[in-house]
C-alpha cells in the first residue's frame, strides 16, 4: 500500500507557469462541471445533453461491437465506456502525469455517473435511446432492461444506478482531491 501511496502522490516538480496555469484552469472547470453532474438528480435529461455524454456515446457503442466477440455485446457498451478512462489514467500514471491521471479519474467517476439515468430507467423504458426510440417502443434496444432482466434483477435498477451514480461521486471526488494536491505541490516547487 506504502508504495503505491508513493507512486501517486510522489509529485514530479513542475517549473513551467504555463503548464501550472493550464492545469488550474481544468482544474476549475473540472470542480464547476462537478458540482453541476453533482446537483443533478439521476432522473434528470441533462445527463443525456451533456458535452460529456457525447464524448462517452462513441465509446459505449464502439464496446457493443469490440465486445460481441466476447459473447457479452450487451453489457460491453458500459464496460467500455469504464474501461477507456481507465487506460487513460494508467497511461498517464505510467509517464508520472498525475494530474492527467488525476483527470481521467475525474472522467470515469464521470462514466459512472453517465450511465446511472441508463440503469435507473431499466423498468419504466422512458429514456429517449440513440436510435429515437424509447424502451417502452422496443425493449429490445434498452441495454439495461435486458441486462438486468436476464439475471433477474430488474426490480432493483434503481438501487443499482443509485450504487453506480454513488461510484461516480466518490471518484470525482476523490480525483479532486488528488488533482488539487498535485496542483498545490508543482505551484510550490515552482515558486521556490
Not at 445527463?47 to 456515446?57: A, G, I, Q
Not at 465486445?67 to 474501461?83: D, P
Not at 494530474?99 to 440503469?119: H, R
Amino acid at each position: 500500500m506504502g508504495r503505491v501511496r508513493e507512486f501517486m502522490l510522489d509529485v514530479p516538480p513542475e517549473d513551467n507557469p504555463w503548464l501550472i496555469g493550464g492545469r488550474a484552469l481544468v482544474y476549475l472547470v473540472l470542480v464547476i462541471w462537478g458540482i453541476r453532474f453533482f446537483l443533478t438528480p439521476i432522473d434528470s435529461d441533462y445527463w443525456t445533453r451533456t458535452f460529456m455524454h457525447s464524448v462517452n456515446l462513441p465509446f459505449h457503442e464502439a464496446g457493443h461491437i469490440l465486445f460481441s466477440i466476447f459473447g457479452i455485446g450487451l453489457l460491453g457498451g458500459s464496460l467500455m465506456q469504464l474501461i477507456v478512462p481507465l487506460i487513460c489514467m494508467g497511461a498517464f500514471l505510467r509517464q508520472r502525469n498525475l494530474f492527467a491521471a488525476s483527470v481521467a479519474l475525474w472522467w470515469l467517476g464521470q462514466n459512472f455517473m453517465d450511465l446511472s439515468p441508463y440503469i435507473n430507467d431499466a423498468r419504466s423504458l422512458k429514456l429517449l435511446l440513440l436510435g429515437g426510440i424509447t424502451g417502452q417502443e422496443d425493449p429490445q434496444f434498452h441495454d439495461w432492461h435486458r441486462i438486468l432482466g436476464n439475471i433477474g434483477w430488474l426490480k432493483h435498477d434503481h438501487a443499482i444506478a443509485r450504487l453506480s451514480y454513488g461510484i461516480g461521486f466518490i471518484l470525482m471526488t476523490a480525483s479532486l482531491l488528488w488533482g488539487g494536491y498535485v496542483l498545490q505541490r508543482q505551484y510550490r516547487s515552482a515558486r521556490s
